[in-house]
């Protein structure tokens, strides 16, 4: 039996829809570089390979830490964090959280000299030395991360606790489609109605952001919290 990380739904091997394609990033030890990932029947999420779902976290982050110290490196998002802090409609003198967003990272300086407000890269897994606020926060925003956690549902849960009230996270990926399916890196691609059971199981709201011309190869949505009776 396989069960779906995201809906939950329990499903017997032989009837998952199976997405087959050899990874093109380096090898992890005890990784295969043939990747299987699952099609849930239920919610529709694409999830996968097995292995790195399961591989233990430190493991995980050493191998982020082996690909960046190789060389490799990002295109810069500075334009893109800069508009996902935008839509949180930040006031001079907030705090707000780029998550996921650890390392060398210059929309911070951005966020302080354009728009006075306080932006703190922090990532679990390599911003050890950066803790986080006190207090809780303003908003929350990341750039493809979602689509690379082992646990997106509980890793939302935690920065919904990070949150004000009334506070809300806006998240792009380009893993709300089946894009880039050829690193093993890519652990969800939350296609069709998938993302609507990720909000319903956090218990907030979603809507659909515009997503500018230089990100359009992504999606962006915007999360609210579902205010009490």
């Known amino acids: 039996m396989i069960t779906c990380p995201i809906c939950k739904t329990e499903h ?50 050493q191998a982020y830490l082996d690909i960046y110290s190789s060389g490799y490196h990002e295109a810069n998002s500075t334009n893109l964090e800069f508009y996902l802090l935008t839509t949180l409609s930040p006031i001079p003198g907030q705090t707000f959280i780029n998550f996921g967003g650890g390392g060398i990272n210059t929309t911070s300086q951005r966020a302080k000299d354009e728009l006075g407000v306080t932006l703190i890269n922090y990532d679990p897994g390599f911003s050890l030395n950066i803790s986080l606020p006190n207090q809780k926060i303003d908003g929350i925003i990341s750039n493809n991360v979602l689509d690379h956690l082992q646990d997106p549902i509980k890793e939302l849960l935690f920065m919904k606790s990070l949150l004000k009230e009334g506070a809300c996270m806006t998240h792009c990926s380009d893993g709300f489609y089946y894009l880039v399916p050829f690193t093993k890196y890519h652990l969800y691609f939350f296609i069709c109605e998938s993302f609507n059971y990720v909000t319903k199981a956090i218990n907030m709201n979603q809507e659909l952001i515009v997503v500018p011309s230089y990100a359009d190869a992504s999606k962006i949505i915007k999360l609210s919290q579902i205010k009490e009776e």
């Open 12 to 61: 017997e091997d032989n009837v998952l829809q199976e997405l087959e394609i050899e990874c093109r990033f380096r090898p992890i030890e005890g990784i295969s570089q043939n990747m299987v990932r699952y099609q849930c029947s239920v919610c529709n999420v694409i999830f996968g390979p097995m292995d790195m779902l399961n591989l233990d976290p430190k493991k995980l982050t």
